[in-house]
């Protein structure tokens, strides 16, 4: 079984600078560190391929500095590591980050299973993992809780939709995205860091993807624009809800509801 995870490097803290011409983060002003929810998909393949055998890569697209990423994956169980890396991908929104990792995908020679996680702490548009499956046109689950039962042809999994829970079975090929909590992830092996200091990690440049059109990549592969990101001001409305706990509770919820909070 051949399984691919989709791993991706976030600025470490929520006090990251923005640049006030293009309205884009800049990473170089945060420490990084994995995506968390990276994790639990990268624990969830690892458990696979102890059960049906396989291989586990992990793919990210980001600056080569993501190197540290792909060895802590190492350390955790991963087979291989590729870094999709061009300064032709800078810019790109989830239109063209998805093609990118497609591209990436299918330069790979493509997956039985692609895991991701449920979304990323700093885009945060959790469209990743289902525009993937949509390049690729094969199916996927998003939001997954739960692995019910995995064999060599196919997988099992429950989505908790609050009041719904949803049990879907995918023949391979198929992409899953996974919520937190679906496991606990394993910590870095020390044995495994020490046996896995010399494997490649292996750099994907722009002229090496299968269907090289800059249309497709980057700023320019990207409808979206930002037109502004700021910080909420903090206002000094306040309210007082008084009554008994249950009162507070309903009217509370409503008054979220009202304002699409919740
Ligand atoms: P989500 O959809 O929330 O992530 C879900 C899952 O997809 C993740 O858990 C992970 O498994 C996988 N995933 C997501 N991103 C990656 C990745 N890169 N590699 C591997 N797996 C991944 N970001 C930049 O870093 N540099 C830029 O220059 C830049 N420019 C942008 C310009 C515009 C106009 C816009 C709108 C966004 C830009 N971004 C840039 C942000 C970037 O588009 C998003 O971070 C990216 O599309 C991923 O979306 P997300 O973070 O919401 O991922």
Same mark, same amino acid.
């Given at each position: 079984?051949?399984?691919? $995870?989709?791993?991706?490097?976030?600025?470490?803290?929520?006090?990251?600078? !923005? #640049?006030?011409?293009?309205?884009?983060?800049?990473?170089? &002003?945060?420490?990084?560190?994995?995506?968390? %929810?990276?994790?639990?998909?990268?624990?969830?393949?690892?458990?696979?391929?102890?059960?049906?055998?396989?291989? $586990?890569?992990? *793919?990210?697209?980001?600056?080569?500095?993501?190197?540290?990423?792909?060895?802590?994956? %190492?350390?955790?169980?991963?087979?291989?590591? /590729?870094?999709? &890396?061009?300064?032709?991908?800078?810019?790109? =929104?989830? *239109?063209?980050?998805? %093609?990118?990792?497609?591209?990436? @995908?299918?330069?790979?020679?493509?997956?039985?299973?692609?895991?991701?996680?449920?979304?990323?702490?700093?885009? =945060?548009?959790?469209?990743?993992?289902?525009? @993937?499956?949509?390049?690729?046109?094969?199916?996927?689950?998003?939001?997954?809780?739960?692995?019910?039962?995995? #064999?060599?042809?196919? @997988?099992?999994?429950?989505?908790?939709?609050?009041? /719904?829970?949803?049990?879907?079975?995918?023949?391979?090929?198929?992409?899953?995205? $996974?919520?937190?909590? @679906?496991?606990?992830?394993?910590?870095? &092996?020390?044995?495994?860091?020490?046996?896995?200091?010399?494997?490649?990690?292996?750099?994907?440049?722009?002229? =090496?993807?299968?269907?090289?059109?800059?249309?497709?990549?980057?700023?320019?592969?990207?409808?979206?624009? $930002?037109?502004?990101?700021?910080?909420?001001?903090?206002?000094?409305?306040?309210?007082? !809800? *008084?009554?008994?706990?249950?009162?507070?509770?309903?009217?509370?919820?409503?008054?979220?509801?009202?304002?699409?909070?919740?």
């Amino acid at each position: 079984m051949k399984i691919i $995870v989709c791993m991706k490097q976030v600025p470490a803290t929520s006090k990251v600078d !923005i #640049d006030p011409e293009t309205g884009n983060l800049k990473r170089g &002003s945060a420490g990084q560190r994995t995506n968390p %929810y990276d994790l639990y998909a990268l624990e969830c393949a690892l458990q696979i391929r102890e059960k049906t055998g396989g291989s $586990v890569t992990v *793919l990210t697209m980001g600056p080569a500095q993501a190197e540290s990423m792909i060895r802590d994956a %190492y350390s955790m169980g991963a087979d291989e590591g /590729v870094i999709l &890396s061009d300064r032709k991908f800078a810019g790109s =929104d989830v *239109l063209a980050t998805s %093609y990118t990792l497609t591209q990436g @995908i299918e330069l790979l020679g493509g997956a039985d299973l692609i895991l991701c996680g449920r979304q990323t702490t700093d885009g =945060d548009t959790a469209q990743i993992g289902p525009a @993937i499956a949509e390049h690729l046109h094969i199916p996927h689950c998003a939001w997954v809780s739960a692995i019910e039962k995995v #064999d060599e042809t196919q @997988i099992t999994l429950r989505q908790n939709f609050g009041s /719904v829970t949803q049990i879907s079975r995918m023949h391979y090929p198929c992409l899953v995205t $996974v919520d937190k909590d @679906i496991c606990v992830p394993r910590l870095p &092996s020390w044995r495994l860091t020490k046996e896995t200091r010399e494997r490649p990690v292996r750099i994907v440049t722009f002229e =090496d993807l299968p269907k090289p059109d800059l249309t497709r990549f980057g700023a320019v592969g990207s409808p979206t624009r $930002v037109e502004r990101i700021f910080a909420p001001e903090a206002g000094a409305e306040s309210m007082k !809800i *008084l009554g008994s706990a249950e009162k507070k509770a309903k009217k509370l919820a409503e008054i979220l509801a009202e304002r699409k909070y919740i």
